[in-house]
């Protein structure tokens, strides 16, 4: 009933040219290139050499850090508090509101 029709593959109708084969050539380089020059290696851990000057100039950056995070953190908590605070006034006032509409009826 249903039968899948299977492409048949034509045979070609134009001339074939045959391939054309390219002979390949030396490469022959122009100018001799001098070996590189060994480097001495770097040492392999620098010395860290931490004068008054270098200690005191991080104690007062991490100092500043800890104030500045210090003062982002207290300020979104008292964000917070102050949000919950301002929700918490507005349920009362319209839990007395519905309180005295019901009272009046």
Same mark, same amino acid.
């Given at each position: 009933?249903?039968?899948?029709?299977? =492409? #048949?593959?034509?045979?070609?109708?134009? +001339?074939? #040219?045959?391939?054309?084969? /390219?002979? =390949?050539?030396? %490469? /022959?380089?122009?100018?001799? %290139?001098?070996?590189?020059?060994?480097? $001495?290696?770097?040492?392999?851990?620098?010395?860290?050499?931490? #004068?008054? !000057?270098?200690?005191?100039?991080? %104690?007062? !950056?991490? #100092?500043?850090?800890?104030?500045?995070? !210090? *003062? @982002?953190?207290?300020?979104?908590?008292?964000?917070?508090?102050?949000? !919950? *605070?301002?929700? *918490? @006034?507005?349920?009362? @006032?319209?839990?007395?509101?519905? +309180? $005295?509409?019901?009272?009046?009826?």
């Amino acid at each position: 009933m249903l039968r899948p029709k299977i =492409p #048949t593959n034509p045979t070609p109708t134009d +001339h074939l #040219t045959p391939p054309v084969f /390219v002979e =390949p050539t030396a %490469v /022959v380089p122009s100018v001799e %290139v001098p070996p590189p020059t060994p480097v $001495a290696p770097a040492p392999s851990r620098p010395t860290v050499q931490l #004068t008054p !000057g270098t200690a005191l100039a991080l %104690v007062g !950056g991490g #100092t500043a850090v800890v104030l500045v995070v !210090g *003062a @982002v953190l207290v300020s979104m908590l008292l964000a917070v508090a102050i949000t !919950g *605070a301002s929700v *918490a @006034v507005c349920a009362l @006032v319209i839990r007395s509101l519905v +309180h $005295a509409d019901t009272k009046r009826r």
